[in-house]
């Protein structure tokens, strides 16, 4: 039903240049959680991400996932619009949060993480935009 995609880049030896594991994870209808398909590839290019996608798509996955969620990366969003054109977007709240911290000092950043925190976590889209409008007017 939904998959979370991240490209994670690993130097366990002595090479120059790190490689680059593209990971896809997956939950189930049922809730499960499963490792849905990984590689390596020569960065998260939106050919890299193609050929994953395109991989866990002929090992049986016929449905299309209902949300993907992601980094900012664009690789892994124009592959994604290729192989399955009516997934919807979602940018990780993970990589949200700390590309807002790049803009605090760190002595800000323990009231930035509660407040960010009433927006990620509102029971409602209502309550998410006073949040947010909350946040702006606070920083």
């Known amino acids: 039903v939904y998959i979370w995609a991240d490209g994670v880049y690993l130097q366990a030896r002595m090479e120059p240049q790190a490689e680059c594991m593209l990971v896809i994870l997956g939950a189930t209808p049922e809730g499960q959680n499963e490792l849905v398909g990984f590689q390596v590839g ?67 950043q323990p009231a930035v993480t509660a407040d960010l925190r009433e927006i990620s976590r509102a029971e409602t889209r209502a309550a998410a935009a006073v949040a947010i409008e909350t946040f702006a007017e606070t920083y």
């Open 42 to 108: 020569v960065r998260e290019s939106a050919q890299s991400w193609r050929e994953l996608l395109v991989d866990i798509k002929a090992r049986g996955l016929s449905v299309p996932p209902e949300l993907a969620v992601g980094d900012g990366g664009l690789g892994f969003w124009k592959a994604l619009d290729e192989v399955f054109p009516d997934t919807r977007h979602q940018r990780c709240w993970f990589h949200k949060i700390a590309n807002i911290f790049n803009a605090f000092p760190k002595s800000m």
